[in-house]
């Protein structure tokens, strides 16, 4: 197969925040539009991306908000609906409706709205390892990783190190290659994540925890075809909070990917990327024209 790599554009936002976004194939068919978790890039797909393009598929992924090299929103004032806007919007600026493939944030940010929207503007979705209930431990342990180093690092070996020791599971470290994208040097020479420390600081996570009727409500109107991905050694999907999702979403099928922890894609790549193009290839198309975004 042919190796592509990603053309970098952006898209604006209604409200005027430039959101950084990566394109694997100026055409292909289906698009897969990739979202990331919260505290991710979208430089968590693209192993992911540049496989499913040699595959033939057009794929996009984006920084949210406060994210990688998207704008920060001034004032520091986020809120859920903020990222549920963006995903939406830049699911219908693409040429046809696209395959959601939604991680974590990413993918309750799909769910409200495959739920709420009508017509939906996915075809399908592809759930990464989250459900509308959570375990609220798992979810901690994230927050309590991102809280940890308010002032930083004083190299990219040190936060090699602890990124390792966070991610036991993983047999390489991070070079300082991959970690150039998440960290940004500040005036004092130290090294300090990627993600706006506003976005910790204010409402947003308690915002997340009242969604959860929301999302729950939403999962029960979802009518595209839904696959969710789990991983079996997940501290944020259980069974018990599978089990709850298949009951209202009867028609999704859920694959537990042996061995994978939340961050699934990094942890199983390859029994990923399987799972997607075969639920893909169960899917039926029709030839749409493709746009430039």
């Keep these: 197969m042919d190796s592509f790599a990603s053309t970098r554009t952006t898209y604006c936002a209604a409200d005027g925040v430039s959101l950084a976004v990566d394109v694997w194939r100026a055409s292909g068919q289906p698009t897969l539009l990739f979202a990331h978790g919260f505290g991710q890039t979208r430089g968590a797909w693209n192993t992911a991306a540049a496989t499913m393009a040699a595959q033939g598929y057009r794929c996009v992924s984006f920084d949210s908000r406060g994210h990688g090299e998207s704008d920060r929103v001034p004032g520091g004032d986020y809120h859920m609906q903020q990222f549920v806007d963006d995903l939406l919007e830049l699911a219908r600026a693409q040429p046809e409706p696209p395959i959601l493939v939604g991680a974590s944030m990413g993918g309750l940010l799909g769910l409200v709205i495959a739920g709420e929207t009508r017509p939906a503007p996915f075809r399908a979705m592809v759930l990464v390892d989250i459900t509308p209930r959570w375990e609220t431990a798992g979810v901690?342990?994230?927050?309590?990783?991102?809280?940890?180093?308010?002032?930083?690092?004083?190299?990219?070996?040190?936060?090699?190190?602890q990124i390792a020791a966070y991610l036991p599971q993983r047999r390489e470290r991070k070079s300082e290659q991959q970690l150039r994208p998440l960290l940004r040097e500040g005036a004092d020479g130290r090294l300090r994540w990627h993600w706006d420390p506003a976005l910790l600081a204010g409402d947003l996570i308690s915002e997340s925890e009242r969604y959860q009727p929301r999302l729950l409500a939403a999962a029960g109107q979802v009518d595209v075809p839904v696959l969710l991905l789990s991983g079996e050694r997940s501290d944020v999907v259980s069974h018990r909070t599978v089990d709850e999702f298949m009951a209202l979403v009867p028609h999704a099928r859920h694959v537990q990917v042996p061995g994978a922890s939340h961050m699934l894609a990094g942890d199983a790549n390859d029994a990923f990327t399987a799972q997607i193009a075969g639920f893909i290839g169960g899917l039926q198309f029709s030839d749409a024209p493709v746009g430039a975004i």
């Design 140 to 161: 901690e342990r994230i927050l309590a990783f991102m809280q940890a180093h308010p002032d930083g690092f004083a190299s990219y070996a040190e936060a090699a190190e």
